[in-house]
């Protein structure tokens, strides 16, 4: 395909996510059912609509103040002063009134801003387990923080800058027109065509260039974010240089394309300025003239002089407004382009609430892959019983996390189903499943907030003395309570200020006060030494009384008690009973359990 035609097709996309930005903005300026909202827009139009008139009207004003004193016309009835003063409070209405436009259109942008920001918020966390885990954290942050900051803008100069400049051009040319004659009118005419064209021109240029910028700014961040999330492990490798280096490449790209911005900056710059002020010398020479002849007044050129940086300023302000809108438009097509991320997961339209009465969970011919092409689970079939503890455990790859992620809904059965009390996961709430199971996982993340906080994240509302008793049935409350700030404790990023037993132990804590039907234990101890397992199983006996518990575990000495074990392999059942039954069979679980027997005596 040839280049030229490849860059209309690319200019003619980016129309189009240009309008469909304006569509989706639309809403939120003037929404379905908001009459507060449509009622500010119109009183801050209204507002506009005065100011433009007056603006227009002062350098009338302006030239029968000069006329009158050079004498070249009668004077009027107000006198110099009466006009110079009138003239004064002119410029200040029209001053007011654009501020007044802006008071009362800030209730409605900071609304706009605030409801498309909880949208994106909410949308993202609804999208699936696939997406969150090939997500870039950074990049994901820096586009939602660019595209919401451009909501407001858009909204404003959507409104109170492209239409009423156009109006206050019109009006400017028709007062030239009318006051002097057609020269003028097509001198002003062409320059503002002429500075038009060139602003668009050279921006549509500058908006890849600021594009690329965004590109790298976005590259610079999540390698930052990236290398500090993941702090300890720069640290052991003992590469702070190697990620600096790495920044530093990502920032040199950056400046690159920030410099390339800053330099077509200077020349749009530049080249506007010598469109307006060769009209602006074309008009004042031309109204020299007519004074010279005696066709004009001293106050005419006045006004001519005047009308021209008026029209300068809005000028000059279109070319601003037209980047950022451009630019906005960018910003917020990427933001939209999340919005319009499909989910996955989502509930069937008119899907009741799960009722759990005891708990059955049942997994029938469950068949799934992350990727179609290497399938995971190959034909499950597993039930546990209302208030059953059920282990499953085999070695890695097998498909017993995979199972959790299941039960959870992260993602959907490739055939098969999944049920609880006999309901299709599939057929009732996310929320009401989510509401039902509790998880355990292997490594719990804590928020950077207190201790009491992330406790209380179990169920919100929670009282004091739910928190504390929940902290009691996890036996981590004497342990708190020995700290200075008690439960007030900062835990630090990701809990990274708390062993991993603690952890585990705040972890299960608001896990009780979800107080869940089911139990869900993702090897929630596989990654803890042996004497913090020893202490943390207790905590997880006691977690799991009066539940249904499923308990995915690697070492097998944490699941002896289990009342029964499920053993996969490559994505299949290949034995299943209890712990005596399975060793009693010399199978997979006996040979299992004999190496970990082993390994265990030989450390």
Same mark, same amino acid.
């Given at each position: ?42 009183? $801050? ?93 950074? @990049? ?40 002097? #004659? ?56 003992? $590469? ?41 010398? $074309? ?31 809005? /000028? ?143 169920? #919100? ?33 990701? @809990?990274?200020? /708390? ?63 289990? #009342? ?40």
């Amino acid at each position: 395909m040839p280049t030229d035609l490849s860059d209309r097709d690319i200019a003619r996309a980016e129309r189009q996510s240009g309008w469909r930005t304006v569509r989706r903005v639309w809403p939120y300026l003037w929404p379905e059912g908001q009459v507060w909202v449509k009622r500010r827009v119109v009183i $801050a139009l209204a507002f506009l609509l005065a100011s433009k008139l007056i603006a227009v009207g002062t350098p009338i004003l302006y030239k029968r103040a000069v006329d009158s004193l050079s004498g070249e016309v009668p004077d009027l009835m107000l006198g110099a002063v009466g006009l110079t003063v009138a003239y004064g409070m002119a410029r200040l209405m029209s001053v007011g009134f654009q501020q007044l436009r802006d008071a009362v259109f800030a209730k409605v942008g900071q609304r706009a801003l605030r409801a498309l920001a909880l949208e994106t918020f909410t949308h993202i966390h609804r999208l699936s387990m696939r997406y969150h885990i090939t997500r870039k954290t950074g @990049g994901l942050s820096r586009i939602i923080e660019r595209g919401v900051k451009g909501v407001e803008f858009l909204l404003r100069f959507l409104l109170f800058s492209i239409g009423p400049l156009m109006l206050e051009l019109l009006m400017i040319a028709v007062v030239l027109f009318v006051l002097f #004659d057609a020269w003028y009118l097509a001198v002003v005419a062409g320059v503002i065509a002429l500075y038009i064209w060139f602003t668009f021109k050279v921006t549509e240029w500058r908006v890849k260039l600021r594009r690329e910028m965004n590109d790298q700014d976005t590259d610079a961040n999540q390698k930052a974010i990236d290398s500090l999330l993941n702090f300890e492990t720069v640290k052991y490798f003992g $590469a702070e240089a190697r990620e600096a280096a790495r920044y530093d490449v990502a920032m040199q790209a950056y400046e690159k394309a920030a410099i390339k911005t800053s330099t077509s900056l200077a020349m749009l710059n530049f080249g506007q300025s010598l469109i307006i002020t060769s009209g602006l010398v $074309a008009v004042m020479v031309m109204a020299a003239l007519g004074v010279q002849a005696g066709t004009l007044t001293v106050g005419d050129f006045v006004m001519v002089n005047a009308y021209m940086i008026q029209i300068t300023m809005p /000028l000059n302000f279109l070319g601003t407004v037209y980047r950022e809108i451009r630019q906005a438009l960018v910003d917020m097509g990427e933001m939209f382009d999340l919005l319009e991320q499909p989910r996955e997961v989502a509930d069937t339209p008119g899907a009741p609430a799960l009722a759990v009465k005891g708990g059955v969970v049942v997994f029938e011919g469950v068949r799934f892959g992350y990727d179609p092409a290497r399938p995971i689970l190959k034909g499950i079939d597993v039930r546990v019983g209302a208030g059953e503890n059920v282990a499953l455990v085999g070695p890695s790859g097998s498909g017993k996390s995979t199972i959790g992620r299941l039960l959870f809904r992260f993602y959907d059965v490739g055939a098969g189903r999944i049920s609880i009390d006999g309901q299709d996961v599939r057929d009732v709430t996310q929320d009401s499943l989510h509401a039902a199971i509790g998880v355990v996982p292997q490594d719990t993340v804590l928020f950077n907030d207190t201790i009491r906080y992330n406790i209380a994240y179990g169920r #919100d509302g929670a009282t004091e003395d739910e928190i504390v008793a929940a902290a009691r049935a996890a036996q981590i409350h004497d342990f708190i309570s020995r700290l200075p700030e008690g439960y007030d404790t900062q835990v630090g990023e990701r @809990g990274l200020k /708390l062993s991993g037993g603690e952890k585990q132990r705040v972890g299960i804590a608001r896990t009780l006060l979800k107080n869940p039907p089911i139990l869900l234990l993702d090897e929630a101890t596989s990654a803890l030494d042996t004497e913090t397992e020893a202490s943390i199983q207790d905590a997880l006996k006691l977690a799991g009384k009066g539940r249904t518990v499923i308990t995915i575990a690697h070492r097998l000495s944490t699941i002896a008690d289990a #009342d029964r074990i499920v053993v996969l392999e490559e994505g299949e059942v290949v034995e299943e009973g209890t712990h005596a039954d399975l060793l009693a069979r010399s199978g997979r679980y006996a040979a299992l359990w004999t190496r970990q027997q082993s390994e265990r005596d030989a450390a």
